[in-house]
């Protein structure tokens, strides 16, 4: 049974803002993805501190984990497995690829090919994989955090609309403050606090709080806000496609996981305004480009969005 949420999370925040200095927000966010079972994509400039965020995050809770180096020439079977000829038994084996892990950190996704990004798309959505004709179910709980770099940069490829969907949020984390950068320039936290990161939670303790995130209630009036939302998606002039009912539910979980790490059992509607931008903005397509590299279109029409639909008091 879960005896205090509100310590273990407290605890777990602590842990990863350890090593990861400046932009605590992001830090939440992150923690929000896993409590609402929701993989997250971290995407900004080289050197500003996605890995280290991810890895943080991930050694602090008692999971395994796999790193996964997105290369050019990776091929599906790389992530997934492969089913190779035993001939001491004399049978086909299963030999599973690092996707059979709790966390999964996906480095620079955007480095590989839109084929083999496309092997996470069963995995993200239904915690499974299918191959050679069997389903193999995966670890849980199961989280996906991929990094990827900006697409403007040599090397990278697109991410497809269908691959951008399976996150719950894309986060961007920008450029340190003057007075975080002078405390990593001091601290070098990734080569000294990183090392010392010990678990300060459990994989059953992950579950019993995405439990407690599933009973948080939501008004039906908030509900009607978010339907009401994603139906102005649906009719803005400058979008071609809109927040669809998957994004609708990532929106709700989210708002309900945001509830819970500021200790309510209820959502509130800054629980939904707040998490509309990094739930929803990646889910759009602007009429006006057909890839928007940065999502600076898509993040302004959805701030344009959220000052039309009045929410609730």
């Known amino acids: 049974m879960l005896q205090n949420p509100i310590q273990l999370l407290d605890r777990l925040r602590a842990s990863v803002q350890r090593v990861f200095l400046g932009n605590q927000a992001a830090v939440d966010k992150l923690i929000v993805c896993l409590l609402a079972r929701g993989h997250v994509l971290i995407e900004d400039v080289p050197g ?3 890995t280290i965020l991810a890895t943080a995050l991930a050694k602090s809770v008692d999971f395994t984990l796999t790193r996964i180096q997105m290369t050019p020439d990776m091929l599906p079977s790389d992530i997934l497995g492969v089913t190779v000829w035993d001939q001491q038994k004399g049978d086909f084996i299963f030999k599973p690829g690092p996707i059979f892990s709790n966390i999964v950190l996906a480095d620079e996704i955007n480095r590989t090919t839109p084929r083999t990004q496309s092997a996470l798309l069963e995995a993200m ?34 991410l497809p609309e269908s691959q951008l969907d399976r996150f719950l949020m894309r986060l961007h984390l920008g450029y340190p403050s003057s007075e975080d950068e002078a ?3 001091d601290l070098d936290p990734a080569r000294t606090a990183l090392i010392d990161v010990e678990p300060v939670m459990t ?5 019993e709080l995405q439990a407690l995130v599933h009973k948080v209630q939501i008004d039906p009036a ?9 139906g102005a998606t649906r009719d803005n002039d400058q979008l071609q496609v809109g927040v669809s009912p998957r994004g609708s539910l990532a929106l709700v979980s989210a708002a309900k996981a945001t509830a819970v790490i500021n200790k309510r059992d209820y959502v509130v509607p800054d629980d939904i305004i707040s998490n509309i931008l990094p739930v929803c903005a990646h889910r759009v397509i602007p009429k006006t480009a057909s890839h928007d590299a940065d999502g600076v279109a898509t993040q302004r029409i959805m701030q344009q969005v959220l000052e039309t639909v009045p929410s609730p008091v």
Do not use: C, M, W
């Open 48 to 50: 500003v501190g996605k």
């Open 125 to 158: 959505n239904e915690g499974q994989v299918s191959i050679d004709g069997k389903t193999h179910k995966l670890v849980q709980p199961f989280l996906v955090i991929a990094t990827q770099n900006p697409f403007e940069f040599e090397g990278t490829y697109f």
């Open 183 to 185: 405390r990593i320039l």
């Open 222 to 230: 908030l509900v009607d806000y978010v339907v009401r939302i994603a």
């Open 203 to 207: 994989a059953a303790e992950v579950l």
